[in-house]
């Protein structure tokens, strides 16, 4: 059974996809079951720091800038606002993990290439 907003993984090829609308099946691919990415929201490590800051209409990754190099980059990062509505902006090696949306911005979450799926 899936949610809504979920965010799956397929360890073999590394397609993610996420959930639009709910449903009663498993998430198969490459014949194997997807794996559900669990949104983290506790900061682990001392140096390096994943979870989206938000200052009004600004959210960035994270409270010391996150490396964006081809190896270990910020993927996307998403913002939701306080009427429901969501954005999301797809990210390059070399850019700002930084995006100034066009509002005020209620949850974010982002994802590393490396470190996965974060939310605050
Ligand atoms: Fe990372």
């Not at 449903?23 to 983290?40: A, R, S, T, V």
């Not at 720091?49 to 964006?68: C, F, L, Q, R, T």
């Not at 980059?73 to 993990?97: M, R």
Request: with cysteine; aromatic share 6%.
């Amino acid at each position: 059974m899936t949610k809504r907003k979920e965010i799956y993984k397929c360890n073999v090829c590394g397609n993610i996809v996420e959930i639009l609308h709910k449903g009663e099946g498993e998430l198969i691919c490459c014949k194997k079951p997807m794996i559900l990415m669990k949104e983290i929201t506790k900061e682990i490590d001392k140096t390096e720091k994943h979870k989206p800051i938000i200052k009004d209409n600004i959210v960035k990754v994270g409270s010391i800038e996150h490396p964006m190099t081809p190896e270990h980059y910020i993927e996307w990062i998403e913002a939701t606002s306080e009427s429901g509505q969501i954005c999301k902006k797809f990210l390059n090696p070399n850019e700002n993990p930084e995006v100034n949306f066009e509002f005020k911005v209620k949850s974010a979450r982002s994802y590393c290439n490396l470190h996965l799926l974060w939310k605050n």
